[in-house]
């Protein structure tokens, strides 16, 4: 079992980040230091990397232990979650303030035109991979996928459930090598190229052509956005716009998100709007490109900072003892029946 440099790095930079947005000054934040035992913020993050090591180590030997099928679930109760909440409730964070909304994410669609175009891209894009031409070469020069091109359209492992549909399906029921027609997801075509196979996932490469779109195809879905915001405001059910309008590649709905948390657009677009509002009409860029795309959202919570109750992380304390006690269980099993010979 290991637990890279790296990842323990990481982990305690969003740890230090997280602590530290809870002051309003560096001078506040350091004089709660020096209150906890901690000289310096130095100090501090490496108490933070010898924490975030054992807690690595201790996920991963019960990710590994479980994949073997050697721990045994074992639910705490009620009495020992509000027991280990008592005994180390104080030390959590305060809650931050959060929010709860859901959106219809309006895509601009491409002209037919378009779409003709790219599709026959991405039909001679098949052939010449059918005839020899080297696939991530091909990528690397045509994909407009950002997250995949520069690694020739790699995509690593993946499950069930991590793409969309029309993707999943194809990579799912392909045989590894074959160069099949394009395949049509909201995205655009993808060419996709089975590397190997496993019994639950697959190890997959693409090339993403996504039709051109132009600025009449954005002013169409931004006025469509606008008119289903104003239905929304009149009252139209959310759930029959959403199935009308709403892009499916997108997240209809986000409960308890920390107000920091939220990205820039969101942010700035909601404001202080309380439960119930329905914001203006904003853009956000998608994740694949410079394109944008248009959002309708409504708040349905806020809740604002305060200290963390019981119920706020039962849920979570349950998890933790759970694998807590299984763990725990496993090594007095191992213990039992592990048989020590001392000779003299």
């Known amino acids: 079992i290991k637990v890279t440099d790296q990842e323990v790095a990481d982990g305690v930079d969003q740890q230090f980040r997280n602590i530290r947005q809870r002051f309003t000054s ?22 933070l990397a010898e924490n975030q090591r054992k807690a690595a180590l201790r996920n991963r030997l019960i990710e590994k232990l479980k994949g073997e099928g050697k721990l045994k679930p074992v639910q705490p109760t009620e009495r020992e979650t509000r027991a280990y909440f008592e005994q180390f409730g104080s030390q959590l964070p305060p809650r931050p303030a959060t929010l709860s909304f859901r959106n219809i994410v309006v895509s601009p669609l491409p002209s037919p035109e378009a779409k003709a175009r790219a599709k026959v891209l991405a039909d001679s894009l098949v052939w010449a991979l059918k005839l020899g031409a080297e696939f991530a ?151 694949s490109g410079p394109r944008r795309k248009y959002v309708v959202l409504e708040v349905t919570g806020r809740r604002s900072e305060g200290a963390i109750t019981y119920e706020d992380v039962k849920d979570q304390i349950r998890h933790r003892l759970s694998d807590d006690l299984a763990l725990k269980h496993y090594l007095e099993r191992l213990r039992a029946s592990t048989y020590v010979e001392v000779r003299l």
């Open 26 to 47: 560096e001078v506040d934040f350091r004089a709660e230091l020096m209150t906890s035992g901690f000289q310096t913020p130095e100090e501090f993050r490496r108490w």
């Open 137 to 287: 070469v091909a990528a690397r020069r045509f994909s407009q996928d950002p997250g995949s091109k520069e690694q020739g359209g790699d995509l690593g492992w993946f499950r069930r459930g991590q793409m969309v549909p029309a993707f999943e399906a194809a990579a799912f029921s392909l045989k590894p090598g074959i160069i099949p027609t394009p395949v049509e997801t909201p995205f655009g075509f993808h060419i996709i190229q089975v590397l190997r196979i496993q019994p639950a996932e697959v190890q997959a490469r693409h090339i993403l052509i996504m039709p051109d779109i132009d600025s009449v195809d954005a002013a169409r879905a931004e006025a469509r956005a606008n008119e289903i915001a104003d239905a929304l405001r009149a009252g139209v059910s959310f759930d029959s716009l959403a199935q009308l309008a709403h892009d499916p590649a997108e997240e209809r709905e986000a409960s308890g998100v920390p107000e920091n948390q939220l990205p820039p657009e969101y942010k700035a677009a909601i404001g202080q709007a309380d439960s119930g509002q329905v914001v203006p009409v904003f853009q956000i860029r998608q994740e």
